[in-house]
């Protein structure tokens, strides 16, 4: 009789592969999908901006079917983690490529925070104006700047998340997110608009 | 406020709408794109007679036909069939 297994839940990735591609076992791999759905479709959001989560949602769904297509190819020499971001950052990028004409599922205005009853309604308008052309200027930066931004401010991802997802180092995740910063403020000033 | 501060606040209000939540069948979703399609036993029984029907449709209408133009014709079909096959089965799995 063999050892006794720790359960799934307890398996490092690496294991979980192993047992997907000896004995084509479906509890590793739903583990898998389990551990990683979460992660995949918030880089996904990222990528494809708040207005396409639904897209987002496809976008997770084929990269776990990838994923079981691929899992023979998975050689171990990057962490399964990075090698399955890497595919989730990709497809995600295709798809945006396809979706970018589209007409959003949702407003950009409508995902801004609502307005305050104790704002005068020229301020709401401005504040409104605002958000809006911070929302057009965030969609004009390299891909790397949106996607940390969105998962840093929207889905509240811890930094050291954002690093694994990004395949960076935490200190280039908080450069982009300053460098972002720092573009933004200037794009906001092009328009007439400031921080304020 | 700091600018940098200033900023970082703008964010959070620009990006306070909730984020969004995968949908409850995920799971069962994926588990079913990538459990292997196995054809029931009336498919099988359906698939093996139309095989041995058209077999034999073929070997009637052809027998007059000379043995090097039914060789030619395969040699045309079943490449294109087979690529077909395959491309069908890439756009229904998604790639």
């Known amino acids: 009789m063999g050892a006794e297994q720790p ?34 479709f918030r880089l996904a959001v990222s990528i494809l901006g708040q207005e396409f989560a639904p897209e987002a949602e496809d976008v997770a769904q084929d990269v776990m079917v990838r994923m079981h297509r691929a899992l023979g190819s998975f050689r171990g020499e990057a962490k399964f983690g990075s090698w399955i971001y890497r595919i989730a950052f990709n497809h995600a990028l ?19 925070t609502t307005p305050s009853s104790d704002r005068s309604p020229e301020d709401q308008l401005q504040d ?23 998962l840093h401010y929207w889905l509240g991802t811890s930094m050291s998340e954002i690093a694994a997802m990004l395949d960076a180092p935490e200190n280039t995740v908080k450069s982009y997110l300053h460098r972002a910063r720092q573009l933004l403020r200037a794009m906001l000033a092009e328009r007439g608009f400031d921080a304020r | 406020m700091h600018d940098d501060d200033l900023m970082d606040q703008l964010l959070r209000d620009t990006m306070a709408a909730r984020p969004p939540q ?74």
Not at chain 1, 16 to 40: H, I, K, N, S, T
């Open chain 2, 22 to 95: 995968l949908s409850p069948e995920f799971d069962a979703r994926v588990m079913r794109r990538v459990r292997p399609r196995r054809l029931t036993p009336a498919g099988r029984w359906l698939i093996a007679g139309y095989v041995v029907v058209a077999s034999a449709a073929a070997a009637w209408l052809m027998r007059d036909v000379p043995v090097s133009a039914i060789v030619a014709a395969l040699a045309i079909s079943v490449p294109i069939a087979v690529g077909v096959g395959a491309y069908g089965r890439r756009i229904a799995l998604g790639d």
């Open chain 1, 94 to 112: 295709n798809v945006k490529a396809r979706v970018r004409y589209r007409a959003p599922h949702v407003s950009d205005e409508a995902l801004a």
């Open chain 1, 128 to 150: 409104a104006r605002r958000q809006r052309a911070v929302q057009e200027c965030i969609a004009e930066l390299p891909e790397v700047y949106q996607s940390a931004l969105r």
């Open chain 1, 7 to 40: 359960p799934y839940a307890e398996q490092a990735d690496e294991r979980l592969v192993d047992r997907c591609r000896e004995a084509v076992d479906e509890a590793a791999f739903a583990e898998l999908v389990r551990r990683y759905r979460g992660p995949v």
